[in-house]
């Protein structure tokens, strides 16, 4: 049934939550994607969440061949890096934006993001529940240059 009314039968996160808020601005879903993940992955496990579940994934990551390869090139030591840096490695090899300014959004548009973030329900079920504009502005913070 999910498939069917395009719900998600996973609760999806900041990254959803607050890029929603980016698309009226002319930045694309995936691009979104690639601007936040890494910082709300390290906004999570900085607050104490889901960190097992996220070094699962790094260690998934780190053991395929080629995230190896691009960890190295890029100077990322695989064994020190969290799931954040393993992405932002990653989605710079791709040569996918890594920050707002990339996509045209200034540090002037902050405050109205995080605001209007608060009322996505994908920020209510990040596995830290964002429910404060400074928590927003914390991961926005991140990824504005």
Not at 70 to 79: E, K, S, Y
Not at 93 to 107: A, H, T
Not at 120 to 129: A, E, F, H, I
Request: charge should be negative.
């Amino acid at each position: 049934m999910a498939a069917l009314t395009g719900e998600a039968s996973v609760e999806l996160g900041a990254s959803h939550g607050i890029g929603h808020q980016l698309g009226p601005l002319g930045v694309g879903h995936g691009e979104t994607s690639c601007i936040l993940l890494p910082a709300v992955c390290k906004f999570n496990a900085r607050h104490g969440a889901n960190r097992e579940q996220q070094e699962r994934v790094r260690q998934f990551l780190v053991r395929n061949g080629e995230v190896g390869r691009v960890l190295r090139d890029r100077g990322v030591d695989a064994a020190k890096a969290d799931l954040g840096d393993v992405l932002d490695a990653v989605i710079r090899e791709l040569g996918m934006p890594r920050s707002l300014k990339e996509v045209g959004v200034g540090r002037e548009k902050l405050d109205e993001l995080a605001a209007n973030s608060l009322h996505d329900r994908w920020c209510r079920t990040n596995p830290v529940p964002l429910t404060d504009k400074e928590q927003v502005l914390e991961i926005l913070e991140m990824v504005v240059e």
